[in-house]
Every structure is written in C-alpha cells, then in structure tokens.
C-alpha cells in the first residue's frame, strides 16, 4: 500500500518539475519575442506597382464585394478627356462632352463618374460602394493612360484577417503587412500623405 | 482633334505595354488647371483603431480569469457554458473570429522564424495569455474562452463513444498539424491554420456589429464555409472533433495541461469509484481507475522502454530523412518558389504560354536570374526546417509509443490532464459532489 503512495510523490515532483521547465518554457519564449514585438497592430495592403489586376481581389476577398476598391490619385491623372480607364477600348464618343451610358463604360458597375472640369479635361471620381476591385479601369489606366487608378484594400471594409485570403491567391505577392498607422501605399503625391 | 491625337499615340505606346501593368508614368502631361479647379485627395479611411486591440486582449484576461475560477474555484458548469456563449459571441461573431489564440502561433512562428516580422504586441499577447494559464489553471482556455472550442461546445448533443486506438490515432494529427502550421509560417509561405479554418466562415456569417452590406461573407470561402458546416454536424455527435483531433493550438495546451499547477477534478473530494461518471465526458477524458500493477512486472517493462526509446529515436531520425526528400514540394507552399518554378519552364521551353504567376514576375522586368536567387533561398530556408518538421513527426509518433506502454498507476477517476478541457460536465454526474452541493447551499443546487 505504501508503494503507491510513493511512486505518486515521484511523479508528483517530476511533475512540478516539468511545470518550472513550462514556466521558464513560455517566459522565455514571452522574452524572445518581446524583442521581436512591434506596438502597433498590422493591416494587410497591396503594392500597386507589383499588382497586375489578375481580378482575384475582386473574388477572393472573404468579403463579397471585396474590400479591395480603386482609387484615383488625382494628382497624377491626365484628365484625359478619352480615358482609358473609363471608355472600353476602341470606344469613339459622339460628342466628347456627352456621358455616355453605362453599356458604353469600361466599368461592368458604372463604378466611375466622369465630370468636365475645364478645357478638354475631365475628372474621373469614383463611386466606391459601386466598385467591385475588379481592376479593369486599372488595367485600363495603367496600360495606356498615367496609371492615376490603382487598387487597394480599404480599411474602413477590411476586416483584417489574420491571413488575407486574397493575399494567399495575389499571384504577384502583391500583398504584405503594412503598419496600421501607415495603412494604405499610395502612388503619386499622396504616398507622402 | 486633341483626342485623335491621343488616340494615336495611344495606339503607339500599345505595342510596347503588352506586358499589362505599368507604374505610373507620365503619357498624358498632368493638366495647368486654370479655373480654380481643385484636384480633390485622395481618400483614405483609417482601419479600426489600436484602441481596440487592447480591448480584445483585455477582454482575453477577463475571460481567461473568468473561465479559471469557473473551473476551479467555483467549479460551475452553468457559468463556464454562459461564458461561452459570451466568448463566441465576443471573439467569435463580433471580432469575426480573427482575434485568435489558435491563429497568432503562427505569427509567433513568423516572428520567430527570421524573417523580419514584428509580431503586434497585441497577438503575442493571445498567443502567450493561455499558455501561461494553462500552466496554472488546465486547459481553461478551451472552456470558454477560444471561439471555436466555445462553437463545438455548443453544439454537442449526443456524442458517441470513441474507440480509444482511434483517439490515440487521430489525436496525433493535432500535433503534426502544429508541425507543418509552424513550418509553413516560419518560412513565410502561408498561415494554413487560417487558411483552412473550419469555423471563421460561420463567424463572419453574422452581421455582429457590422452593417450587413459589408457581411455578405460567403465571398471565396463557400468551400470552406461548408466544410464548417461539416465539422459542427460531426460535432453533435463527436465532442469537439477539432479540439480533440486537429487543433495545432490545443497541441500545446495539452503539453502544458499535463504539468499544471492546478486542474479541473471530478470532485474535490475523495473518489468512491462508483463508476457513475465514467461516460460522463463527451471528450472522452475521463481515466479510470487502474489498480495495481503486478510487481515481478518492473523489469521486463524497464527493457520494454529502452526498446521503445531505440524505436523513438529510429522514427525521429527516419522524420528527418523523409523531411529532407519532401524539401522540393513542401517549398512549393512559398509563392516565390512556385513563382521562380513557372518562370523556369517557360524560360526553358518546357511550357507554351503565360499565366498570371509568371506575367506577374514579366511586369517586374527583372532578370529571371534574380527570381531563381529568391528562391533558392527560400528553398534554403526549407532545407533546414523540413528535417526539423519530420523529426519533430517522428518525435511525435515515438512519444505517443512510449505514454502507451508506461504503465500509471491510478486510484481514482480523473480527468485526463491533456485530454480535460475543463468543461465541468462531469461535476453534475459525481455524487459525491452533489453531495457537496447541498451541504455548500443548505440544500438548493446552485449549479
Ligand atoms: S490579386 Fe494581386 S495581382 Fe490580382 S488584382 Fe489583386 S493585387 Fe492585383
Ligand atoms: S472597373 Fe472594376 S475596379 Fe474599376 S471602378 Fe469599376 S468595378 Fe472598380
Ligand atoms: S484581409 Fe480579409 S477582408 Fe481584408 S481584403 Fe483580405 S480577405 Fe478581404
Ligand atoms: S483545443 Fe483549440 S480549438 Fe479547441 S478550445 Fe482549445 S484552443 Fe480552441
């Protein structure tokens, strides 16, 4: 009757053993990672110079439509009054200063809006909750225009998972952990902002 | 006349961009606006603030704390069921299931792994938090604090009894899961234990907190939302299938249950072995009495064990080997590699044609030399930590030989220290407790 009663207390103190061993384990690893810790939480961005507008932001996103959305860096947009972005290609206006109806849109959503600013220049705007990230205005601008309109996720959509599922299907590794604080990489002027 | 012009050399330029992307240049020159036009900004909505992680790891110490004295102290099943209710809703449909215990070991792994990333203080926190009170309190955590034990925990209501060779059997899968999860984020190719969570689909099913317009969420995880549905009908009848079986976390937590300080029992008092707990636990964690072992027994179970530690070793070094011939496809997991493999066979004539992979790389106009550099360190990378992965297979697999032969002795019934999740189903069953009860309350069953 005794013999188990000791062998109890010696696994009883091998086990309070392993357990200093666990505490040191986890405050080490605790202290390891420390030094490798940032402050400030991560969102998921694209870099919209390595994107090639592949459409899988548009469907790969848990969110649906996605959190990716364009976005227009005015500062680097010609205010070309044939946008490539925004008219199909081969597309000939009757009338440059007429909008034309959204069967005459590049956009499949009539996601972008078109306003005569001055001389032969146009803004283009866009009207996010229309937007599905399906890229085609970018694919657009970016192959014959100024490359004003470009991709990115949007961070009042987003719901920052741990692992963007667009991220793990961008077959140009587009995508990377950005600061919070730095949340968005912007081409043109605004990469300052 | 001005947008014929355009036109043409629009058509020009054609030619030479049939690559697709281009960095902004500047073809068309930024308009002299002499109206007063204003170029507008562009707009940029901030992500949730940092605020709000803090309050998730503090909701994270509120519950750990909560689910520990539940547990032990209070030793209410009621009160662990309610805090799971409150976790899931929490963790789980509010915070859609990505401020998660489960998930940031792979973060930690990334941090850890060389890379350069900084794990936010934020996640380490939620990977470290129920760690340490493992190591105080069991496996409290999977009481009632993670969102998808909370979600199965929920949802059982018959659950069968599993033979106990296929327990053993597929309880392994957790612990090379967690292998391969650690593997792949520490190399930085892919956070798998997210990619194939079974539950974060369901989680953003619901509209919690989130105007519904933007939760539409079946978007890219129809698949994965289905195998979810798949796990939570298995889960009627087999308690917590992804606790027990595959959670890489749960793998962890279960090391650290076996040495904690304290831990959830049947009953705080003595066991009468009346056997009426026995089926009591839908996870199958209740042990047995064993009696006592035949003592002239010692010796040949010493020479079994020493047997066996040749065996364990044999299986390790066999994982390291098997991990070493699996460098080439495990590398295949990092996007550059697989990149740099697409490449090559274009380049070599191996393959007609383009896909958006390799078009992607042309865009770049870099040197596919470049390319092939980047991956061969990343396949670097891998040539070093997949023998590690199937040593740790082949540990793994010689470990579970050796706790089947140890013989432990055994007095009363208890919950297995790994395999206990804390849940408190039992208390109900033992009537020794429920004795205690009514002495405690003067009668009325408080739990
Ligand atoms: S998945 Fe990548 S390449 Fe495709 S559109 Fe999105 S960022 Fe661009
Ligand atoms: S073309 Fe696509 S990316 Fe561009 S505005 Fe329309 S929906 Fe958005
Ligand atoms: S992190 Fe999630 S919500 Fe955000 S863009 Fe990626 S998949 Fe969509
Ligand atoms: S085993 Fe894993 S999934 Fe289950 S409750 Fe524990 S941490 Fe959560």
Redesign the pocket.
Known sequence: MSEPKKQLSRREMLRRGALGAGLAGVAGTAAVLAARTARSGTV?QLDPEKCIQCGNCAV????DP???RVVHAFALCGYCDLCFGYFPPGFEPDDEFETPGAESQLCPTGAILRRWTEGPHFEYTIDEALCIGCGKCVKGCGAFGNGSLFLQ?RHN?????NE????AACPAGAYRRVPADHPYLLKGEDQKA | MNRHATAAAVLAILAALLAGAAPAVERFALPQFKSGYVRPATEVPAPRADLYDWLDVSALAAALAAASYLAIRARSRRGLWWLAVMSLAYFGFWRGGCACAVGATQNVALALGGGGYAVPAAVALFFILPLAATLFFGRTFCAGVCPLGALQELVVVRPLRVPAWLEHSLGLLAYIYLGAAVLFAATGSAFVICEYDPFVSIFRLAPLGRPASTMNALGGSTGMLVLGAAFLAAGLFIGRPYCRWLCPYGAILRLLGRVSRWRVTITPEECIKCRLCEDACPFGAIRRPTGDWPRGERLIERRRLAVLLVIAAALLAAGAGLGWRLVGPMSRMHHTVRQADRVRLEETGQVEGTVDLSDAFYATHRPPAELYAEAAAVEASFARASPLFGAWVGLVLGAKLIQLSVRRTRTDYEPDRAACVSCGRCFAYCPIERERWKKASGGTNAS
């Open positions: 998921w790969n996103c848990v969110l996605s959190a990716v996720v959509r987003c719901l920052n998972c963007c599922s667009i991220a």
